[in-house]
T-cell receptor, first 113, second 111 residues
Framework: SAVISQKPSRDICQRGTSLTIQCQVD?????MFWYRQQPGQSLTLIAT?????????ESGFVIDKFPISRPNLTFSTLTVSNMSPEDSSIYLC??????????FGPGTRLLVL | EDQVTQSPEALRLQEGESSSLNCSYT??????LFWYRQDPGKGPEFLFT???AGEEKEKERLKATLTKKESFLHITAPKPEDSATYLC????????????FGAGTILRVKS
């Protein structure tokens, strides 16, 4: 199994600012993903972070709002840009290898005022 | 149309009262069905992966089973520490390597 850490664990931000969330995996993985979980709801995939190429975004999510980097096989960042209160959510990173199990990080709780 | 449906939405059990959670799916080309447990304020914790109909897996008081259209998570003699949200997710050929999650079942076990 993979152990995943995220930083920061939580943050309170002002509207109009940006926050970058880091995700570190303890081993090399093929796939890394970013999810959003709004209060009381299930997980929604934002994008697949591809190593060495642009991320693949799901419908309703765009690169300008959620730029993603993945410089190597163990690290990725998600930036939430020009934040509004609607961006208040838990952001989760997951990692896996192909069709095998995805393991999740502890999440980043974001509150936008 | 929801691809993954979990029921019930919420379940209250007395300690020791066994029950089952359901996850039904309508995707084609199932690659795997995953069960996760999520405690408040934490990321999902992996429990089981099932790949083919008829497969069963067990861990302590939990047992997961899979048919061609649904999966069950059986909880035998639950304890208060089993209280959590249980999430089901599927990986299917039509979605590539993505996981599609159900809405989850909130389980509360009272002593």
């Amino acid at each position: 199994s993979a152990v995943i850490s995220q930083k920061p664990s939580r943050d309170i931000c002002q509207r109009g600012t940006s926050l970058t969330i880091q995700c570190q995996v303890d081993s090399q993985v093929t796939m890394m993903f970013w999810y959003r979980q709004q209060p009381g709801q299930s997980l929604t995939l934002i994008a697949t972070a591809n190593q060495g190429s642009e991320a693949t975004y799901e419908s309703g999510f765009v690169i300008d709002k959620f730029p993603i980097s993945r410089p190597n096989l163990t690290f990725s960042t998600l930036t939430v840009s020009n934040m509004s209160p609607e961006d208040s959510s838990i952001y989760l990173c997951s990692a896996g290898t192909g069709t095998e199990t995805q393991y999740f990080g502890p999440g980043t709780r974001l509150l936008v005022l | 149309e929801d691809q993954v449906t979990q029921s019930p939405e919420a379940l209250r059990l007395q300690e020791g009262e066994s029950s089952s959670l359901n996850c039904s799916y309508t995707v084609s080309g199932l690659r795997g069905l995953f069960w996760y447990r999520q405690d408040p304020g934490k990321g999902p914790e992996f429990l089981f992966t099932l790949y083919s109909a008829g497969e069963e897996k067990e861990k302590e008081r939990l047992k997961a089973t899979l048919t061609k259209k649904e999966s069950f998570l059986h909880i035998t003699a639950p304890k208060p520490e089993d209280s959590a949200t249980y999430l089901c997710a599927v990986q299917a050929e039509e979605y590539g390597n993505k996981l599609v999650f159900g809405a989850g079942t909130i389980l509360r076990v009272k002593s």
